[in-house]
């Protein structure tokens, strides 16, 4: 299998099947195509016929949007139990996973992904509802749960709102509690920790993300 993603910088949606299949140890090659150059596009649809990343090739078979290929490796691995086993509980971490994959749309515009952003000063309240709206999911989750994922063990509700973790470490959105550990934890993650650090050593120049 080879899982076509974006610039670890700035990507979030190439972040969460790749955070997903490192995690439950799920081999894979990684194709990083480089993100706003002239030959973006024309590199991505070699293997997406979106036109995005990330996009999953398993032989014949292509799979493109995150929560897609996480549904495919979920079923392909059935082993890895990827969603809690609980009923209950796996309709509830779809439906959160659905909801960060539809919805948020502040955050996402003011807040973009960018781990070599570290800011302190940031007005964070421009996307204040979304942001509250993910401290009572989390919180509600690690209550029920325990911790230290939002369902105990990791699971694809996790590698679903990863990026909103490196979000609210770049732009000093407040945590507290529950919210905090999770954050730290997941940050602790090892193969999060891989991504971050890759990201992080990045020095391609894209103005279009750089603002």
Not at 27 to 33: D, G, M, R
Not at 115 to 129: G, P, S
Request: proline fraction near 7%.
């Amino acid at each position: 299998m080879t899982l076509i993603v974006g610039n670890k910088r700035f990507s979030s949606w190439s972040l969460r099947p790749w955070l997903l299949m490192k995690q439950y140890g799920i081999p894979f090659e990684e194709k990083l195509i480089p993100l706003d150059q002239p030959q973006t596009n024309r590199e991505i649809l070699q293997y997406s016929p979106s036109g995005r990343v990330p996009c999953l090739v398993d032989g014949k078979l292509t799979v493109w949007d995150s929560l897609a290929i996480a549904e495919y490796l979920n079923e392909k691995f059935p082993d890895k139990q990827m969603w809690p086993r609980d009923t209950a509980w796996r309709a509830w971490a779809r439906s959160m996973s659905c909801e960060m994959h539809s919805g948020f749309q502040r955050l996402r515009e003011n807040l973009p992904h960018d781990l070599q952003k570290e800011l302190k000063d940031f007005d964070w309240t421009v996307a204040r509802q979304d942001i509250e709206r993910i401290w009572q999911i989390w919180t509600e989750c690690l209550t029920a749960s325990g911790g230290p994922f939002l369902f105990k063990e990791f699971s694809i509700a996790d590698a679903m709102f990863a990026p909103v973790v490196n979000r609210f470490v770049s732009y000093g959105v407040p945590t507290e509690g529950l919210v905090r550990k999770y954050v730290e934890w997941m940050r602790e993650v090892p193969a999060h920790r891989e991504w971050i650090r890759a990201g992080l050593s990045e020095d391609l120049k894209m103005p279009r993300y750089e603002v």
